[in-house]
């Protein structure tokens, strides 16, 4: 018997976001998502890298009922490796104490990433393409493009580029793919999306499947204090998204 729309299974996504401190910027962080998980069965993991009290307590203070949500506080800044190594083995095994079911699509998330639109667009775009290893919804600077075209995407034409390397602000995978990398070194506190797209045995590179970014679809909240462009992040950056940028933080009276 052929199932009703209605009763169609809905893809389920698992988000890691590493926090460190700013938890201001990652409460707007995490209402974006809320905002664009429709037609997902969605858990949110948070782990909370020893932060502030200020961030610890914002996380504690975090709740909805759009979908599963876990939180995990660290004892120390353990680095985003720890974190994602312990992301991996919650996503081996299904648990049927608790009804909880293995994801299909997993996303590794920025703290002071923000969404602009439905994370249903970019699995669309994963699923439609086989040789797509991983999507992004930003497009970092210092990363450049082997290939660019566009592609209309839920009505909207989008500005689509492949590259050899992507950050980590917002990689989104399947299950195996992530757990193809796993173990990740975490002799350093960073590098997962190096690991995953260069590095790893099983890297995106090694096994010849595209990196691809779905431009404009993700905010990065905190350009102004990147990890590799410091002060000089804003001036290399569209005046458009700078301007969006500063839109969302004065809307929620915070300094850049």
Known sequence: MMLLSKELPRNKLAICIPVWNRGEIFKICFDSILQNISGLDVSIWIYDNSSDSKTKDIIHQLHTNKCELYKIFLPQNMGIPYVVNHFCKSIIENCDFISYKLPDYTLILD??????????????????DFDIGIISGHDSIEHQSINERYARINGKKRLIKDKQNERMISMLLKREELLGCYPFPHHRNRDVDWELT???????KKRSR????VCDYVLHLGLAVSTWQSNKAIPNHSEEEIKEVKKILDKNNIKY
């Open 111 to 128: 703290s002071d990433a923000y969404f602009k639109d439905q994370i249903e667009d970019l699995i669309w775009l994963l699923e439609k």
């Open 198 to 204: 260069q590095w790893n045995n099983n890297s995106m």
């Open 210 to 213: 595209k990196v691809t970014v």
